[in-house]
């Protein structure tokens, strides 16, 4: 095994194509006529999806000022609409 540097860089070109690497094609979505007739998540690319989220919101945290805030608000709108 040996250690990817690629993934804890900061956000880039490069660390942004391969975080994006580790989905599918259509993101992790499925639909099949029996097990999934309406389209649905499947939990480990929704638990990358918040990984990636994440690291991309720590990293900026660094440079760009009030994205907390930004994510925190978008957050508390999810958590809203779920209910």
Request: glycine fraction near 4%; include cysteine; hydrophobic fraction near 40%.
């Amino acid at each position: 095994m040996q250690f990817n540097k690629t993934f804890p860089q900061r956000p880039s070109e490069e660390s942004d194509a391969a975080w994006a690497s580790l989905f599918p094609e259509k993101l992790g979505f499925v639909q099949h006529p029996v097990l999934a007739p309406n389209v649905a998540g499947i939990a480990a690319f929704h638990e990358l999806h918040c990984l990636v989220s994440t690291y991309t919101l720590f990293s900026s945290s660094y440079e760009t000022e009030g994205v907390l805030e930004h994510a925190t608000s978008s957050f508390l709108g999810f958590r809203r609409w779920q209910t």
